[in-house]
């Protein structure tokens, strides 16, 4: 019988130990050189297909800017149709000096 009176004690000091453990108390998340820049604004936007948009060289002056989010639907309000179709959005990206030799990752994040 004190051998199952001590482990009903063990076990019920389990949960304290893991939940005030001092390694618990003195981690600290490791430091990190990551640079998070909103790129949401002065997207170029065009409704319907563009041949050669994909060219990095591709004039989009004439483009629309829009900012993030951004739905090419206009909701109809009197009646009408949504549009279904293609959109092209682009955005032009200039980097200076301070980020050669280092890794960029662009992430979307979407709804």
Known sequence: MRTSSGLIRLLALLPVIFVYSPAQA?????QTNREKININTKWKYNQGNVTGAEAATFN??????VHLPHNFQTLPI???TFYRGIGWYRRHFTFDNSYSNKIITLYFEGP
């Open 60 to 65: 989009d002056v004439s483009w629309g800017t």
């Open 26 to 30: 003195a981690f600290q998340a490791p």
């Open 78 to 80: 009197t009646g009408g």
